[in-house]
């Protein structure tokens, strides 16, 4: 696998190293910093709460006094069957209360009176994703103060958060006004929806920590259809400055790896790594192949003892060749 990171000043000679805009290293301005005097324990019942706290501001185009379910009880219900991932969740539930008087839906989730599945979708299409994303901050917040994010630092003390797209819906029958398109040679037409789900990863962890999601969809005032690279600049552009006070390095596949993404990257604060191909970056390869017949290119080999064999990690660096043929091009560390 072949990475490009970021052209900056390095600490430790040939070993990779992550700054911030600023040049200071995340991890030595943290270890500065003194610890929260009082720690406070994320619960489920917090998250619960504070999803509560949004559902408050969801639209509601009921009008009159046909309110027999609160709106609190759609957002919560529709909340507990993406929860469970069981279709039939409240089904069952409504079953349970019939015949014991109680329900998980309520002592779980706080679901007072259990809404029908028809019922929720109709009021829930008229909520913008948007009205949740307050909870994300909320879990990051309730996250730093009880220093977990701390467990998830990577090298040079950075956070490392990864983009990448993800399909969650597609049907060549079902669609609506957000669904991008695929023509087919047939004559038929798939409608799809995708998003960029960014996540903060740590090498050695299972677990990761979700961050607001930016829907790949149609924008309004353009004619061309919606990308993933356009979404991850409009997510740089709305969520990097909230996060590169926490030390941010972005990873990305070569999807990413281009001077429009690393630029804005790199003018938002953040540090990168990316996967970068020779069929995508002929000018940057053809850099190091002319670098590599005049010793330029850097080699460091590590052998480790796996209790049975040898295991032989071969790496090869250069500092400073140009992402593009252009005459602006960035400088980038391959």
């Known amino acids: 696998m072949t990475f490009i990171y970021d052209n900056r000043e390095w600490e430790s000679g040939p070993i990779l190293t992550v700054r911030g805009k600023d040049g200071v290293n995340p991890k030595t301005k943290n270890n500065q910093q003194k610890s929260p005097k009082k720690i406070i324990n994320l619960t489920f019942s917090g998250m619960v709460e504070s999803l509560k706290l949004s559902i408050q501001l969801f639209p509601d185009k009921r009008t009159g006094s046909n309110k027999q379910y609160s709106f609190e009880d759609v957002g919560l219900g529709a909340f507990a069957l993406f929860f469970t991932q ?43 994703p948007s009205y949740l994303f307050s909870v994300f901050g909320y879990i990051i917040d309730k996250l730093k103060a009880m220093a977990y994010l701390e467990t998830f630092r990577s090298y040079n003390g950075n956070l490392l958060c990864t983009l990448d797209g993800t399909q969650y819906f597609s049907s060549q029958k079902i669609h609506c006004q957000n669904c991008n398109t695929k023509e087919h040679k047939n004559g038929t037409t798939t409608y799809y929806h995708t998003a960029i789900t960014p996540v903060f990863v740590s ?46 390095t972005i990873l990305g596949d070569d999807l990413y790896c281009k001077q429009p993404i690393t630029s804005l990257i790199h003018e938002q604060g953040l540090s990168f790594i990316l996967v970068c191909k020779p069929d995508s970056h002929k000018t940057l390869y053809q850099w190091v192949e002319e670098l590599q017949t005049i010793g330029g290119v850097q080699t460091v080999v590590q052998k480790n003892w796996t209790g049975k064999t040898h295991q032989i990690d071969t790496y090869r660096f250069v500092n400073g060749v140009p992402i593009r043929d252009s005459e602006d091009a960035q400088d980038v560390n391959w």
């Open 86 to 128: 069981s279709p039939s969740f409240l089904v069952f539930q409504q079953a349970m209360q019939k015949k014991k008087g109680c329900n998980n839906a309520h002592s779980l989730f706080g679901v007072e009176q259990i809404p029908s599945d028809n019922h929720i979708r109709d009021l829930m299409d008229e909520v913008a």
């Open 203 to 248: 090498p050695g962890k299972d677990q990761v920590i979700s961050l607001p999601p930016e829907f790949i969809t149609p924008q309004d005032g353009n004619i061309k259809q919606d990308c993933e690279n356009a979404a991850a600049k409009r997510w740089l552009n709305q969520y990097a400055p909230v996060y590169k006070k926490l030390g941010i």
